[in-house]
C-alpha cells in the first residue's frame, strides 16, 4: 500500500483563483481511484522556475492510500491536472504504509 501527497494548485500561475469545479473534477478522480481522500489544508509554498526566478503558490494538499499497481493511473490522472490547471507540474511524494482501518 502506497500513501501520496498531492499538492494541487488553488492559483494559476497568472494569480487567478482556480474555478472550484476543475478542483472537484480532480478530487472526484482521486476518490474514484483511491475510495476516498483526505484533505490536508491550504499550504503557501516557494519553488524556482527553470529561469531561477522565485515563485510563490498556494496548493491544498490531499492524502490518499492506493496499491502500488495503481500508481500509474495516479500518475495519469495528475497528468491531466497538470494540463487542466496549466502547471508545469503537479507535486507527488508516495510511500509504503501499512494500513489498518480500525472498527468498533
Same mark, same amino acid.
Given at each position: 500500500?502506497?500513501?501520496?501527497?498531492?499538492?494541487?494548485?488553488?492559483?494559476?500561475?497568472?494569480?487567478?483563483?482556480?474555478?472550484?469545479?476543475?478542483?472537484? !473534477?480532480?478530487?472526484?478522480?482521486?476518490?474514484? +481511484?483511491?475510495?476516498?481522500?483526505?484533505?490536508?489544508?491550504?499550504?503557501?509554498?516557494?519553488?524556482?522556475?527553470?529561469?531561477?526566478?522565485?515563485?510563490?503558490?498556494? !496548493?491544498? !494538499?490531499?492524502?490518499v492510500c492506493i496499491d502500488?499497481?495503481? +500508481?500509474?493511473? +495516479?500518475?495519469?490522472?495528475?497528468?491531466?491536472?497538470?494540463?487542466?490547471?496549466?502547471?508545469?507540474?503537479?507535486?507527488?511524494?508516495?510511500h509504503e504504509v501499512h494500513?489498518?482501518?480500525?472498527?468498533?
Open positions: 500500500m502506497l500513501k501520496c501527497t498531492i499538492l494541487l494548485p488553488i492559483r494559476y500561475n497568472d494569480g487567478e483563483w482556480v474555478e472550484e469545479g476543475h478542483l472537484a !473534477s480532480i478530487r472526484d478522480e482521486l476518490i474514484n +481511484l483511491a475510495g476516498g481522500l483526505t484533505y490536508g489544508g491550504i499550504h503557501a509554498g516557494l519553488w524556482k522556475d527553470c529561469a531561477g526566478k522565485c515563485i510563490r503558490d498556494e !496548493s491544498e !494538499s490531499y492524502f502500488a499497481d495503481k +500508481l500509474n493511473d +495516479l500518475r495519469a490522472i495528475l497528468q491531466r491536472a497538470a494540463f487542466k490547471l496549466e502547471q508545469d507540474c503537479i507535486y507527488l511524494d508516495y494500513l489498518d482501518l480500525i472498527r468498533p
